[in-house]
């Protein structure tokens, strides 16, 4: 038979037990701490916060949103946000909610942004907002959506104002463009009209050289020929003969001295025309008084004449010779058109402006008859004034005559 036979015992160690599985969910200490921290993360920012469930429902909502709709927080809860905030477009209609990007974004699992849209106060009254809505997805499922929104009222007032300064300065592009268009056009129609008035002047002139200075010049060759011939004949004469001869070309020899003189008329004359010599040696004023006074003579008018030039400053020549010729142009534009019977002329100058009216009492016109594309003297006048820093200014009336001023500040 066997022996007894003693069987050691070996003791067992007791297993630990496996660690439990980490929790889905923090426990209640920490679900307080993240609560807490999640809402000062809502609160710290400046953008509207909102969630909704799927029936577009608030759940939550931080301070910024709540005040940016006009409401307190707690009057927000538990209601359809999109008839609270966002229930009508900007002219008033009817936003339908099945149309609402909002809804639509978490319905469908996809986020969204939008800045063309209104979100509306508790007062009734709209603000352009920027809002963007992201789905909360749990286990796969779509539990809602988290919406932030931002005012841009502010940023659309400074595209709008930025659009209307740009539609402003495009308006003036515009019109300076079009001014600058018929600026050119007149100075091309005036430079044409510059052209045709010189040629004609030259015309005149070489019509006036010609039968005035032309005959004279002819009539003098004629009697120097025929003074030449009877001084070759006087050696034959008898001496009777010869001293009635002597007499006869003594007369001949006085009438070519008035035909000289004529022609010395007649240049001079011409030389004034084109340019009088009293501007050269007594200066603008006193080429001002002549002119005037030159022309109510040959014009046969009566002249109401007031001159203040004691404190007048010397002008440049170019200066001078443009003031005189806006003068003469003035004079002439009623010699040629007023049918007056008297002017009135007042030159007044001091060391910082100058100023010249010529007021007639004649037939006068209508302001557009000044502002016509063929009005060249006028356009002359002006364009010469503009060119002086000064301004021609013209009123006038039908039957009662017109007056041009011309105003030059130094």
């Not at 005149?204 to 011939?229: F, N, P, T």
């Not at 050269?280 to 008018?301: K, M, P, R, T």
């Not at 009216?357 to 008859?369: C, M, Y």
């Not at 004034?385 to 130094?410: D, K, T, Y």
Request: aromatic letters at 6%; charged letters at 20%; a negative charge.
């Amino acid at each position: 038979m066997f022996e007894d036979i003693a069987i050691p015992v070996i003791p067992v160690m007791p297993i630990a037990p496996l660690p439990a599985p980490a929790p889905t969910h923090l426990p209640g200490a920490g679900q307080a701490v993240w609560r807490d921290r999640l809402s000062q993360l809502l609160e710290s920012t400046g953008e509207g916060i909102f969630g909704i469930d799927m029936d577009g429902r608030c759940t939550f909502i931080n301070r910024a949103g709540a005040e940016q709709l006009g409401y307190a927080p707690a009057d927000v809860l538990g209601h359809n946000m999109h008839e609270l905030a966002h229930h009508s477009h900007a002219g008033g209609a009817h936003y339908p909610e099945h149309l609402c990007p909002i809804f639509n974004a978490f319905r469908k699992a996809l986020p969204c942004r939008i800045d063309t849209e209104l979100f509306w106060r508790k007062d009734g009254s709209a603000f352009a907002v920027e809002y963007s809505s992201h789905p909360i997805v749990e286990g796969g499922v779509v539990q809602g959506a988290v919406v932030t929104f931002v005012d841009i009222s502010a940023r659309r007032q400074a595209e709008d104002a930025l659009r209307q300064a740009h539609a402003v300065l495009e308006q003036r592009v515009s019109e300076r463009t079009q001014a600058l268009s018929e600026a050119l056009q007149h100075l091309r129609e005036l430079t044409a009209y510059t052209h045709t008035v010189r040629e004609e002047e030259r015309t005149r002139i070489a019509r006036e050289v010609h039968d005035e200075l032309g005959s004279l010049l002819v009539a003098l060759k004629m009697d120097v020929g025929w003074l030449d011939k009877r001084l070759g004949e006087q050696q034959q004469r008898e001496p009777v003969a010869a001293q009635a001869m002597r007499e006869t070309m003594r007369c001949k020899c006085q009438n070519m001295g008035r035909l000289i003189e004529s022609a010395v008329d007649n240049v001079g004359r011409i030389i004034t025309d084109l340019r009088p010599s009293i501007l050269d040696h007594q200066g603008l004023w006193a080429a001002l008084d002549w002119q005037a006074h030159e022309f109510v003579q040959s014009a046969e008018l009566a002249l109401d004449w007031q001159m203040d030039v004691a404190d007048a400053a010397p002008l440049p020549e170019p200066s001078a010779i443009a003031v005189f010729r806006i003068f003469q142009e003035m004079l002439s534009n009623v010699g040629r058109h007023a049918a007056a019977s008297r002017v009135a002329i007042t030159i007044q100058a001091t060391a910082d402006h100058i100023s010249i009216a010529v007021q007639d009492n004649g037939r006068g016109a209508e302001a557009a008859a000044f502002e016509a594309a063929n009005a060249y003297g006028v356009m002359g006048m002006r364009e010469r004034a503009r060119h002086l820093g000064g301004s021609l200014e013209i009123s006038s009336q039908v039957g009662h005559g017109s007056l041009f001023h011309l105003r030059i500040q130094l």
